[in-house]
C-alpha cells in the first residue's frame, strides 16, 4: 500500500486537506475499502422492490449490489455475483425475477434471499468439493441490512454501529421526509434522474453547504430568472427557485449549519419559497396534514426548512421539495449522482408535482442550474491536478465552531464547518486502518424490513 495510516492522517489538517484526496487513484482504492467497505451506504428505497422477486440493482462503492424483495417479504442486498464464473446475475436497472434467479450463463439458480437453488446436469458435480449447503455456492449477501422509515441501507462490515446511531442528527431529516406525508410514507416516483459528473465524490460533499458559491457560481441563472420574471410582471415558481441562490451574503450568513459524527450535517433555512407558501397546492398540504397530526404540528412538519441534508457516503435528502441526491464514487474522477423524487403517500397530487417541477428545474441534465456546479467540480478536478498548490483550503470561520452534546454548530452561516467536518470523518475512516472493513467475515442474515 502506497500510504501509512500517519500518511494518510497527515494528509487532513484542521484549516485544509491536501490535494491528493481528490486527485490520487490510491487513496480512492483505500476510501472504497475503509469508508465504503465499513460505513452503512444508503442502497435504495423500499418502495422501488414493492412485490416479491422484485430487485434494483445499484453500486455501494466500487460494488455492484442488487437490492431484492425476497420470498418472506423482506429486503435482501446481494452482491451481484454468480458463484460459478463471476458473471453479474441480473443487468443493470430494475425488474423482476420471478420466484428465483438464474444466471443468464450456465443457469445455476438462486432463491431470491441469495441462497444456492440448482445446478443444471448436477451429476456432473458429484465427487467435487461442491456442496450447495456451502454458502460459497450462493450468491453472498451483505451481511448487515437495515431500514430506516423505507430507506434501505447495507454495510459491506458485520460489525458497527446499529443504523440508528450512525445517522444520529440527520434521523430527523428523514422524518421530515416522511411525515410530509398524512400516513407518514413516501414513494419513489417520477423516474430517476442520473448524470455523470467529472470529478471526485468529495466534491460534490463539500458544495452542498457551501454557501459561499451560490450568488457567484449560479450568477447566470439567476439572473436570467430576474430578467425574466421583470418582463412577466411576475415571479413564478420556476423562476422564484432559481432566484433564491442570488441572495446577498448577509442572508447566507444567518443560516445554521450543524454538523454530526460520521461526516453528516444539515444547512437550516437555505430556501423559502414565499410563492409556494401562499399557493393553493401549498394550503392543501398544510390541511391534510392538519386532519391527520392537528393544526400545530402540521406547522411543524411544513416549518422545517431543510435545502440540504448531507448523509455522508450516501448522498443528501432534501424534505421540502422531497428530493435524494444519491452520490456514487466511479473512479478517483468520476461520479454518479442519481436524483430520486419522492411521493408523499396521502398528499394532494400538486405537492408531487411540485417536486418534479424542482426536479427539472434544479436537478435534471436539462437544468439552467446544475450545469453550473458540474462546470466547477470539474475545474477543481483539473485544477488539483496541477502543481499549483499542494493544499486546499477550508479556512472560513475556523476555531469558532460551537460544540454541542450532539455536535457542532457554526457560528456564521459561510463557515467551511461542515467541510472541515466531513474530513475528520474521513480522517477516522483512515485511521481505523485495514482489516475492519469489508473483509470482515460476516454474521446475520443481511435483511431487513
Same mark, same amino acid.
Given at each position: 500500500m502506497p500510504y501509512t495510516d500517519e500518511q494518510l492522517?497527515?494528509?487532513?489538517? =484542521?484549516?485544509?486537506?491536501? +490535494?491528493?484526496?481528490?486527485? /490520487?487513484?490510491? #487513496?480512492?482504492?483505500?476510501?472504497?475499502? !475503509? %469508508?465504503?467497505?465499513r460505513a452503512w451506504i444508503y442502497v435504495g428505497h423500499e418502495s422501488q422492490v414493492p412485490k416479491t422477486g422484485d430487485y434494483h440493482t445499484t453500486r455501494l462503492g466500487d460494488q455492484d449490489v442488487l437490492m431484492v424483495r425476497a420470498a418472506d417479504g423482506r429486503v435482501h442486498v446481494l452482491y451481484n455475483r454468480c458463484p460459478h464464473k463471476g458473471a453479474k446475475v441480473v443487468a443493470d436497472g430494475e425488474g423482476c425475477a420471478g420466484k428465483f434467479f438464474r444466471c443468464p450463463y450456465h443457469a445455476w439458480t438462486?432463491?431470491? @434471499?441469495?441462497?444456492?437453488?440448482?445446478?443444471?446436469?448436477?451429476?456432473?458435480?458429484?465427487?467435487t468439493s461442491y456442496d450447495p449447503t456451502d454458502p460459497s455456492f450462493s450468491m453472498r449477501r451483505l451481511p448487515r441490512v437495515e431500514s430506516y422509515r423505507g430507506f434501505v441501507f447495507a454495510s459491506q462490515s458485520a460489525e458497527g454501529q446499529p443504523l440508528v446511531d450512525f445517522l444520529g442528527g440527520v434521523r430527523?431529516? #428523514? &422524518?421530515?421526509?416522511?411525515?410530509?406525508?398524512?400516513?407518514?410514507?413516501?414513494?419513489?416516483?417520477?423516474g430517476i434522474f442520473r448524470v455523470m459528473q467529472r470529478s471526485n465524490w468529495k466534491v460534490f460533499y463539500e458544495n452542498l453547504h457551501d454557501t459561499m458559491h451560490a450568488r457567484v457560481t449560479h450568477e447566470?441563472?439567476?439572473?436570467?430568472?430576474? @430578467?425574466?420574471?421583470? *418582463?412577466?410582471?411576475?415571479?413564478?415558481?420556476?423562476?422564484? #427557485?432559481? @432566484?433564491?441562490?442570488?441572495?446577498?451574503?448577509?442572508?447566507?450568513?444567518?443560516?445554521?449549519?450543524?454538523?454530526?459524527d460520521n461526516g453528516h450535517g444539515y444547512m437550516e433555512g437555505i430556501f423559502n419559497p414565499g410563492a409556494a407558501e401562499r399557493d393553493p397546492v401549498s394550503r392543501a398540504h398544510f *390541511?391534510?396534514?392538519?386532519?391527520?397530526? =392537528?393544526?400545530? !404540528?402540521?406547522?411543524?412538519?411544513? =416549518?422545517?426548512?431543510?435545502?440540504?441534508?448531507? %448523509?455522508?457516503g450516501s448522498g443528501s435528502p432534501h424534505t421540502?421539495?422531497?428530493?435524494? !441526491?444519491?452520490?456514487?464514487?466511479?473512479?478517483? &474522477?468520476?461520479?454518479? %449522482? *442519481? %436524483?430520486?423524487?419522492?411521493?408523499?403517500?396521502?398528499?394532494?397530487? =400538486?405537492?408531487?408535482? !411540485?417536486?418534479?417541477?424542482?426536479?427539472n428545474v434544479i436537478n435534471s441534465p436539462s437544468s439552467n442550474v446544475m450545469p453550473d456546479d458540474i462546470e466547477l467540480?470539474?475545474?477543481?478536478?483539473?485544477?488539483?491536478?496541477?502543481?499549483?498548490? &499542494?493544499?486546499?483550503?477550508?479556512? +472560513?470561520?475556523?476555531?469558532? /465552531?460551537?460544540?454541542?452534546? &450532539?455536535?457542532?454548530?457554526?457560528?456564521?452561516?459561510?463557515?467551511?464547518?461542515?467541510? +472541515?467536518?466531513?474530513?475528520?470523518?474521513?480522517?477516522?475512516?483512515?485511521?481505523?486502518?485495514?482489516?475492519?472493513?469489508?473483509?470482515?467475515?460476516?454474521?446475520?442474515d443481511g435483511a431487513c424490513c
Open positions: 492522517a497527515g494528509l487532513v489538517r =484542521g484549516d485544509s486537506v491536501h +490535494r491528493a484526496l481528490y486527485t /490520487d487513484p490510491a #487513496i480512492f482504492d483505500i476510501e472504497m475499502q !475503509r %469508508i465504503y467497505g438462486f432463491k431470491l @434471499d441469495g441462497s444456492h437453488l440448482g445446478v443444471p446436469l448436477k451429476q456432473g458435480l458429484e465427487g430527523s431529516s #428523514i &422524518d421530515n421526509l416522511c411525515d410530509r406525508s398524512p400516513v407518514g410514507e413516501v414513494e419513489v416516483a417520477g447566470s441563472s439567476y439572473a436570467a430568472a430576474r @430578467d425574466e420574471a421583470k *418582463e412577466m410582471g411576475e415571479m413564478p415558481l420556476e423562476l422564484h #427557485i432559481m @432566484d433564491g441562490n442570488g441572495e446577498p451574503y448577509e442572508f447566507w450568513e444567518k443560516l445554521e449549519l450543524r454538523a454530526y *390541511e391534510s396534514l392538519t386532519g391527520a397530526y =392537528g393544526e400545530q !404540528r402540521a406547522r411543524e412538519i411544513l =416549518g422545517m426548512n431543510r435545502h440540504n441534508t448531507v %448523509i455522508y421540502v421539495f422531497q428530493q435524494f !441526491r444519491v452520490i456514487r464514487p466511479v473512479a478517483v &474522477d468520476r461520479t454518479l %449522482i *442519481e %436524483i430520486q423524487t419522492f411521493r408523499c403517500k396521502g398528499a394532494p397530487e =400538486g405537492v408531487f408535482k !411540485r417536486a418534479m417541477l424542482y426536479a467540480y470539474n475545474r477543481c478536478q483539473e485544477g488539483n491536478a496541477t502543481r499549483g498548490g &499542494d493544499w486546499v483550503s477550508m479556512h +472560513r470561520y475556523h476555531g469558532t /465552531d460551537r460544540v454541542e452534546p &450532539d455536535g457542532m454548530v457554526s457560528v456564521n452561516g459561510t463557515s467551511e464547518l461542515p467541510m +472541515r467536518n466531513q474530513f475528520r470523518a474521513w480522517k477516522a475512516y483512515m485511521e481505523a486502518g485495514a482489516g475492519t472493513g469489508a473483509d470482515a467475515t460476516a454474521k446475520g
